[in-house]
């Protein structure tokens, strides 16, 4: 068996309510896994509830939960009425563009909070789970933890957002490792660019670099890795994406953090 196969589990998916989490909840529901979603848009989360039910028949459950908060892993917890969870997507995130020395702090850290605390809080809430399932029946169990391709090198004008995204690539690598042998299947997954609210929500187009993906296009890589026996500790969508990660680790790093300042300089 090397095929991702959740079948008759439960997978939590962070930030569903657009973009990468709404596709990754709508291709677990596909291969026929009950879904908790999680966001802060509750009537969002309950339109996507409707479509999975009816279009797959399984069991969805909305969490309404703004991840920045300190409790954000124990109430999704307590929400869960003992459920066991075999998969969980850490996706949840978002991105601030300016330069940091005029950044708003509260926003900054709120940053920290969703896109590092919570993956941090909630991968170590669930990953006893995670692992016992993995344990029960192999492929049935998944980590995949959102970074970026901006994980792989310093990013001027999003410089906390990188950096956040460096904390989750390093984060899940190491989390792969440590449960290699238990059957688990964890990959960081990175994407590039993408056309999702992710720029509407950064409020500046022009940081992003390069040629634009889908979310379907994104997710269906991340299945790709989870559909391979090994699945790798990372994984980057999209062959010039993989290039440019690739290319980053023979290249100085003050000449790589001075050409991705020069690309990203689109005004706020
Ligand atoms: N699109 C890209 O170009 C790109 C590239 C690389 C990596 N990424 C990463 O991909 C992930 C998904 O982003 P996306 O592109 O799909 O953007 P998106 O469409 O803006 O989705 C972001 C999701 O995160 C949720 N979220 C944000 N703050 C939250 C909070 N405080 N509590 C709970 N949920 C929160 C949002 O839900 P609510 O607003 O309803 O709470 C939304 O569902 C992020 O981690 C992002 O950093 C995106």
């Not at 909305?62 to 929400?79: E, G, I, M, N, Y």
Request: aromatic content about 6%.
């Amino acid at each position: 068996m090397t095929e991702f196969d959740p079948r008759g589990t439960t997978a939590i998916v962070t930030g569903a309510s657009s973009g990468f989490g709404a596709e990754f909840a709508r291709r677990l529901a596909a291969r026929g896994a009950d879904l908790v979603v999680v966001a802060r848009r509750a009537d969002r989360l309950a339109a996507l509830a409707d479509e999975l039910r009816a279009r797959h028949g399984v069991a969805v459950t909305t969490v309404p939960l703004d991840l920045s908060l300190p409790t954000a892993a124990t109430d999704l917890r307590d929400a869960l009425d003992g459920v066991t969870v075999s998969t969980l997507v850490n996706n949840a995130g978002f991105g601030t563009h300016g330069d940091f020395i005029r950044a708003d702090a509260a926003r900054e850290r709120e940053q920290i909070e969703v896109n590092v605390q919570a993956l941090v809080a909630l991968t170590h809430e669930f990953l006893p789970d995670l692992v016992a399932s993995a344990g029960l029946r192999a492929g049935s169990a998944a980590l995949v933890n959102v970074a970026s391709n901006a994980a792989f090198q310093p990013v001027p004008r999003m410089a906390v957002y990188g950096a956040t995204k460096a904390f989750v690539l390093s984060f899940s690598e190491a989390v792969w490792y440590e449960t290699l042998a238990t059957g688990l299947k964890v990959t960081a997954l990175c994407p590039g660019p993408a056309s999702t609210e992710f720029f509407d929500v950064a409020k500046n187009q022009d940081a992003a670099v390069g040629a634009f993906e889908t979310a379907e296009q994104v997710v269906q890589t991340a299945f790709a890795a989870l559909d391979r026996r090994r699945t790798p500790p990372s994984t980057v969508s999209g062959l010039m994406n993989r290039v440019q990660a690739a290319a980053v680790g023979f290249v100085p790093r003050g000449l790589v953090v001075r050409a991705v300042g020069r690309l990203g300089q689109g005004d706020d």
